[in-house]
């Protein structure tokens, strides 16, 4: 079975704090994600990687940075958490070959008091 | 750009009854197309996946099937139950992209007794 595990299921921290979510796969994809999921806006990108050491902007990178030192493993950083960073964030993994579909971790859901 | 609609939510359905949840989407190119479902507290899974055009994916009693001419992948399902009760994304691939998927804003499925 295909497995995406996120280091923290529920997690609060206040405002900032510097905050890391790390996310590992275990399937050897080349391709991970970093999305956050807030009611009625559905899921937006903020960071993704195609290789170890890339990263790309997603659509909202304001406020977030991530790190990709090895293929498994892929973390999102808060380097100053702030309320309106309170969110569900879900990280997925894909092959870059076939159809391009993702699999995802079971979310951290964030609070930043 | 490429873009995902569904149609908005809540859904409420009576335990048997046929489900159908719309979704159409424009981009460049000959996309991949998902639906993912996300069961409450939890990541997204992959349901159901087409890659060109008048393929059918179904899964779990699922269905859905990629029509080009329509610009559409509508999910159905002849008889839901109790436990289809979740919220369900529209997406499709970007191969220009980056192996990114773009995805629709989601629509809240309700099954009741």
């Known amino acids: 079975d295909v497995k995406v595990t996120q280091s923290s299921r529920y997690l609060v921290k206040r405002t900032g704090e510097k905050v890391f979510l790390e996310c590992v796969q275990d399937m050897d994809h080349e391709n991970m994600f970093w999305y956050r999921q807030d009611p009625g806006l559905g899921l937006r990108l903020i960071y993704f990687s195609y290789d170890v050491k890339m990263k790309e902007k997603g659509d909202i990178p304001e406020g977030y940075s991530v790190s990709r030192e090895k293929k498994e493993r892929f973390s999102l950083i808060l380097e100053s958490a702030s309320t309106n960073q309170t969110s569900m964030y879900l990280c997925a993994s894909s092959s870059s070959g076939g159809s391009y579909e993702q699999y995802f971790g079971p979310g951290t859901r964030l609070t930043v008091t | 750009g490429n873009s995902v609609t569904q149609m908005e939510g809540p859904v409420t359905l009576s335990e048997e009854a046929f489900l159908t949840i719309n979704c159409t989407y424009t981009?460049?190119?000959?996309?991949?197309l998902f639906w993912y479902v996300q069961y409450p507290g939890e990541g997204l899974q992959l349901l159901l996946k087409?890659?060109?055009?008048?393929d059918k994916g179904s899964n779990k009693g699922f269905e859905a099937t990629y029509r080009k001419e329509t610009t559409s992948f509508h999910l159905e399902k002849g008889s839901v139950q109790v436990s289809d009760s979740a919220v369900y994304f529209c997406a499709l691939s970007d191969r220009g992209g980056g192996n990114k998927l773009t995805f629709g804003t989601g629509t809240q499925l309700k099954v009741e007794l």
């Open positions: 981009a460049t190119g000959y996309p991949s």
């Open positions: 087409a890659t060109k055009a008048d």
